[in-house]
């Protein structure tokens, strides 16, 4: 069975530039989760979606950042403009629901803001 | 807010020894505790889930427990090896806040 798949795995830009990240969940996930990890932190949850329906963004930046899920497949996170503290690695999550199921991590992709 | 506290934040042992890395909540309104394991520049792998009505869950040499009342878990690592050594971390699914909450994880180091 294929796991979490994200792209790219590294990125480095310089602040107020944009970015976006790409995830593509476990086939027949109907969550997915992004996550945000600063170095010696554990994650922080940003946005959860149940299929292509918005769950929980509430520690989400919205004034910076958007995600999308379309067709409640893969999803993309955006950051537009990025600002030094965003620096991170960025972590995309699926479960076959939510409250009881277990989540499954990609890679992550590594931010690095100049 | 759910808060979750992992001590030690460090741990470094030889070879062999069996060992506990300590995870605690503040709420015990929790649907499930996850148990994952962090390589360096790696995401985070899944070692045990435990739902709200369970007390342990095993995996070949893992063992975590919970205990809800009194919002603590253990996971217990026999006859640690090298190939243990990475960052453990504890994540709680609260009932109120959908989502899982982390905490920043024990460092373990285990030496030859």
């Known amino acids: 069975e294929a796991g979490v798949a994200q792209s790219p795995r590294y990125k480095i830009i310089e602040k107020r530039q944009s970015v976006a990240f790409w995830c593509n969940p476990i086939?027949?996930?109907?969550?997915l989760y992004w996550y945000q990890q600063i170095l010696g932190q554990g994650p922080k949850l940003l946005i959860q979606?149940?299929?292509?329906?918005?769950?929980?963004d509430s520690q989400l930046p919205k004034d910076r950042f958007s995600a999308e899920r379309l067709k409640g497949v893969d999803s993309t996170l955006k950051i537009q403009p990025a600002k030094l503290e965003d620096s991170a690695v960025y972590l995309c999550?699926?479960?076959?629901?939510?409250?009881?199921?277990?989540?499954?991590f990609g890679p992550g992709t590594r931010l690095t803001v100049l | 807010k759910q808060e979750v506290t992992q001590i030690p934040a460090a741990l470094s042992v030889p070879e062999g020894e069996n060992l506990v890395l300590n995870c605690s909540f503040t709420?015990?309104?929790?649907?499930?505790l996850q148990w994952f394991r962090q390589d360096p520049g790696k995401g985070l792998t899944s070692l045990l889930l435990?739902?709200?009505?369970?007390r342990e869950q095993t995996s070949g040499r893992l063992n975590a427990s919970l205990d809800k009342s009194s919002g603590r878990s253990t996971l217990y690592i026999a006859a640690s090896q090298p190939g243990d050594s990475a960052t453990y971390l504890c994540?709680?699914?609260?009932?109120?806040?959908?989502?899982?909450?982390f905490g920043k994880g024990t460092s373990l180091l285990v030496t030859p």
């Open positions: 979606f149940q299929n292509n329906g918005v769950v929980d």
């Open positions: 709420d015990s309104a929790i649907y499930n």
């Open positions: 999550a699926s479960s076959l629901g939510f409250w009881y199921n277990e989540q499954f």
């Open positions: 086939s027949g996930h109907a969550t």
């Open positions: 994540a709680v699914m609260g009932v109120v806040e959908y989502a899982l909450n």
């Open positions: 435990i739902q709200s009505s369970q």
